[in-house]
C-alpha cells in the first residue's frame, strides 16, 4: 500500500515536471529567437495606408509585406503572424516589455531611440514632405508655405518644423487624422499637408483620392526606417540578411510599386544596410 502511494506520487511529480518542460520549450520558440516556433509577434501600424493598415480582408502595406518577407525568412508563414498595432508612443515600451519580437512601423532610426531600443535597417528612406492639390501650383517650395493653412495632425511635430525652420508664417491647422487632413485638403480648407512622403504617398494611393493629389518633392529630412527589435536581441543580425535578400531578389522593388506606385512617389533606392544617413 505504502509503495503504490509512493509510486503514485512519483508519478504526479513526473508528469509536472514533463508539462513544465513542455510549457519552457514552447516559451523558448514562440520567443522570436529562431523560426522554429508556432507563432511570431510583430508590430505594425493599423492606420496608415500604403504602410501598415488594419483592414476587414487583413493587413496592408509596405512595411506588412517587409515583416512578411523578414518573418519568413525567420522560418514562419504568414499564419504564424500575430500582428500588434504599434502606436508611435508604445514602441520602446512594446519591445522592452517583449510584446513582440520586432517592429516595423515606419519607424525612424534616431539616436534617442538606438538608446533604448536595437535597429536593424534602414530599409527605406523617407523625407519629410508636403502634399498639395493636383491643380495647385502655387506651392514650388517650403517658403511658398507662408500664409498658406499648412495641416497638421494632433501631436504631430512635422507641421512644427516646417513653420519654425521654414515658413514661420505658415498658418498651422490642427487636424485629428491625416484623413481628416485630407478631406480638408481635398475641400480646400487647408493648402498643404506635411509628413514623411512614404505616409503621404500611402494616403494619395486610396482609391478615393487618387488623381487628386501630389508631392511637392521637397525632401526637408532625412527619414531613415528602420525595424525595432530588443536591445541586445540576436535578430539584428538575422533580420538585416534577410532585408538584404528582399532588395537582391527583387522583392523590395516589387512592394514599393505595388503600395506607392499609384502616387507616383519618387522613392529613394534601397538603402545600404547599416547605412543610416542623417
Do not use: H
Given at each position: 500500500?505504502?509503495?503504490?502511494?509512493?509510486?503514485?506520487?512519483?508519478?504526479?511529480?513526473?508528469a509536472?515536471?514533463?508539462?513544465?518542460?513542455?510549457?519552457?520549450?514552447?516559451?523558448?520558440?514562440?520567443?522570436?529567437?529562431?523560426?522554429?516556433?508556432?507563432?511570431i509577434?510583430?508590430?505594425?501600424?493599423?492606420?496608415?495606408?500604403?504602410?501598415?493598415?488594419?483592414?476587414?480582408?487583413?493587413?496592408?502595406?509596405?512595411?506588412?509585406?517587409?515583416?512578411?518577407?523578414?518573418?519568413?525568412?525567420?522560418?514562419?508563414?504568414?499564419?504564424?503572424?500575430?500582428?500588434?498595432?504599434?502606436?508611435?508612443?508604445?514602441?520602446?515600451?512594446?519591445?522592452?516589455?517583449?510584446?513582440?519580437?520586432?517592429?516595423?512601423?515606419?519607424?525612424?532610426?534616431?539616436?534617442?531611440?538606438?538608446?533604448?531600443?536595437?535597429?536593424?535597417?534602414?530599409?527605406?528612406?523617407?523625407h519629410?514632405?508636403?502634399?498639395?492639390?493636383?491643380?495647385?501650383?502655387?506651392?514650388?517650395s517650403?517658403?511658398?508655405?507662408?500664409?498658406?493653412?499648412?495641416?497638421?495632425?494632433t501631436?504631430?511635430?512635422?507641421?512644427?518644423?516646417?513653420?519654425?525652420?521654414?515658413?514661420?508664417?505658415?498658418?498651422?491647422?490642427?487636424?485629428?487624422?491625416?484623413?481628416?487632413?485630407?478631406?480638408?485638403?481635398?475641400?480646400?480648407?487647408?493648402?498643404?499637408?506635411?509628413?514623411?512622403?512614404?505616409?503621404?504617398?500611402?494616403?494619395?494611393?486610396?482609391?478615393?483620392?487618387?488623381?487628386?493629389?501630389?508631392?511637392?518633392?521637397?525632401?526637408?529630412?532625412?527619414?531613415?526606417?528602420?525595424?525595432?527589435?530588443?536591445?541586445?536581441?540576436?535578430l539584428?543580425?538575422?533580420?538585416?540578411?534577410?532585408?538584404?535578400?528582399?532588395?537582391?531578389d527583387?522583392?523590395?522593388?516589387?512592394?514599393?510599386?505595388a503600395?506607392?506606385?499609384?502616387?507616383?512617389?519618387?522613392?529613394?533606392?534601397?538603402?545600404?544596410?547599416?547605412?543610416?544617413?542623417?
Open positions: 500500500m505504502k509503495l503504490r502511494k509512493v509510486t503514485a506520487a512519483s508519478a504526479v511529480v513526473l509536472l515536471a514533463v508539462t513544465a518542460t513542455a510549457c519552457g520549450s514552447s516559451d523558448d520558440k514562440d520567443s522570436g529567437s529562431s523560426g522554429s516556433g508556432k507563432k509577434a510583430i508590430g505594425i501600424k493599423f492606420d496608415q495606408p500604403g504602410i501598415g493598415q488594419k483592414t476587414p480582408q487583413g493587413y496592408t502595406g509596405f512595411d506588412v509585406d517587409v515583416a512578411k518577407y523578414v518573418a519568413k525568412k525567420l522560418g514562419y508563414d504568414e499564419d504564424q503572424i500575430q500582428w500588434k498595432e504599434a502606436k508611435s508612443a508604445d514602441r520602446e515600451t512594446m519591445l522592452q516589455r517583449g510584446d513582440v519580437q520586432f517592429i516595423a512601423a515606419s519607424y525612424s532610426i534616431t539616436p534617442e531611440r538606438e538608446e533604448k531600443v536595437d535597429f536593424a535597417g534602414p530599409y527605406l528612406l523617407a519629410q514632405d508636403v502634399l498639395v492639390r493636383a491643380d495647385d501650383d502655387s506651392i514650388k517650403p517658403a511658398d508655405l507662408n500664409s498658406k493653412k499648412l495641416c497638421s495632425v501631436g504631430s511635430t512635422s507641421a512644427q518644423n516646417v513653420r519654425d525652420k521654414l515658413a514661420p508664417k505658415a498658418n498651422l491647422l490642427n487636424y485629428p487624422t491625416y484623413s481628416a487632413c485630407l478631406t480638408g485638403l481635398q475641400n480646400k480648407a487647408v493648402d498643404a499637408l506635411t509628413t514623411d512622403d512614404s505616409i503621404l504617398a500611402g494616403y494619395a494611393s486610396q482609391d478615393q483620392f487618387k488623381g487628386k493629389f501630389k508631392l511637392g518633392g521637397f525632401k526637408m529630412t532625412n527619414e531613415n526606417y528602420g525595424i525595432g527589435v530588443k536591445k541586445g536581441s540576436d539584428k543580425d538575422k533580420i538585416n540578411k534577410a532585408l538584404e535578400e528582399m532588395v537582391a527583387g522583392s523590395w522593388e516589387k512592394a514599393v510599386q503600395n506607392f506606385g499609384p502616387a507616383n512617389y519618387q522613392y529613394e533606392p534601397a538603402p545600404k544596410i547599416g547605412d543610416v544617413k542623417s
